[in-house]
């Protein structure tokens, strides 16, 4: 059901790659609720990946740019703008990759290299979207940028490895230009803490269905899914939010808030009986 919570806005979706990403999901409910907007992935993931179904299904322009690469940004940013007949009203940035946690090294026997590319893949490359934006006055009054997070920024959960570090970067980006755009241009710039969720990335990282499964008993909501982190996107894309800025918004479940449920400490006790007596 459509309500037409983004009729006559534009935006720019980073990150798509096939029917499994949060931005593809972002992308069609977009579209639903009557956004105008680009897509862009680097070169290499556009080869990879399905976009050119998501571009037929909804109208939207592809335009290949690597986040990390500020001239490439500047030119997505522009070309955004004079495909879209204006300025930028919402941005999703929904990037992430761990070439350690690919490579299976732990946190203890982490390649910096790797390191530094996690970082500026997965947490920099928002500030240079934001600072390419700022430059160019891209965005309206009262625009949106929302990036994806994870619980791990605040929580150390096993094998998410290097990531950790990423999305702790990423929300401090986040309050730190949210403050600088929301004082000067009445932008809003927000993380939202997305449940673990089994896209192409998150498929990457070690133990993920046993940890889909453990967050789905923790949260008394159960966790949530590609497409509720797209409609929770989309409110945040619209007027509904405008005076929410510089937040990290769980949307987990409640996974967040719990300690222990029932139904974790029930598989717990289960495990445990079946260990007794060997």
């Known amino acids: ?33 009557g956004a ?23 109208g939207a322009e592809i335009i290949p740019a690597d986040a990390t690469d500020v001239d490439q940004l500047e030119e997505l940013v522009s070309k955004s703008m004079e495909i879209l007949g204006g300025k930028i009203d919402f941005i999703l940035h929904s990037i992430g990759m761990s070439p350690n946690v690919r490579k299976g090294l732990t946190y203890d026997k982490l390649n910096y290299d790797y390191y530094h590319k996690t970082l500026d893949i997965s947490a920099l490359s928002f500030h240079k979207v934001l600072l390419v934006c700022r430059k160019l006055d891209a965005i309206t009054e009262w625009g949106s940028v929302v990036a994806l997070s994870y619980v791990a920024a605040q929580r150390t959960l096993y094998g998410y490895n290097d990531m950790a570090d990423a999305k702790s970067l990423l929300e401090s980006i986040a309050r730190s230009f ?101």
């Open 178 to 278: 949210g403050y600088i755009y929301g004082r000067d241009k009445k932008i809003r710039v927000n993380t939202i803490s997305q449940s673990p969720t089994m896209t192409t990335a998150g498929s990457g990282v070690k133990g993920i269905d046993r940890l889909l499964d453990f967050s789905e008993r923790m949260s008394p909501l159960g966790n949530a899914s590609a497409d509720d982190c797209a409609n929770y996107c989309v409110v945040m894309f619209s007027d509904l939010t405008r005076k929410v800025t510089m937040q990290n918004l769980f949307h987990d479940g409640g996974f967040s808030s719990m300690g222990m449920s029932l139904r974790a400490m029930d598989q717990y006790d289960k495990s445990f009986n079946d260990c007794v007596g060997d």
């Open 36 to 58: 105008k907007f680009t897509l862009t992935n680097t070169p290499v993931a556009l080869r990879m990946g399905e976009m050119d179904e998501l571009s037929k299904v909804t």
């Open 1 to 33: 059901m459509a309500y037409n919570l983004l009729k006559g806005k534009r935006g720019i979706i980073f990150g798509a790659l096939n029917d499994q990403s949060i931005a593809w999901k972002v992308a069609l409910k977009a579209h639903e609720e």
